[in-house]
């Protein structure tokens, strides 16, 4: 198990940026699968960003190069870079790390894009 702890989202107008941060309570190096998730009012939560132990991302659709996730190992730490924000991004996301015996989750962070 790991426990996951968001920060850094907020308000934020349209074409502006966020970077949200996942803290890891211990290693993430050999956690094969972490990403980002988001789930709006009234919708399903979906995969936003993925990242792999490997370095290897997919992105979904509605984000693709706009948003981009990485991992810092050596400091525990998942981040989403949010670049070109839209209203539409408005949503609580979720950090979650991923192994072949747990599947963690933080508790969301709020983020919401003004037009």
């Known amino acids: 198990q790991v426990q996951l702890v968001e920060s850094g989202g907020g308000l934020v107008q349209a074409g502006g940026s966020l970077r949200l941060s996942c803290a890891a309570s211990?290693?993430?190096?050999?956690?094969?699968?972490m990403g980002w998730y988001r789930q709006a009012p009234g919708k399903q939560r979906e995969l936003v960003a993925g990242?792999?132990?490997?370095?290897?991302?997919n992105y979904a659709d509605s984000v693709k190069g706009r948003f981009t996730i990485s991992r810092d190992n050596a400091n525990n730490m998942l981040y989403l870079q949010m670049n070109s924000l839209k209203p539409e991004d408005t949503a609580v996301y979720y950090c979650?790390?991923?192994?072949?015996?747990?599947?963690?989750w933080g508790q969301g962070i709020q983020v919401t894009v003004s037009s």
């Open positions: 211990r290693s993430i190096v050999g956690i094969n699968f």
């Open positions: 990242i792999t132990s490997g370095g290897s991302t």
């Open positions: 979650n790390a991923r192994s072949g015996w747990f599947n963690s």
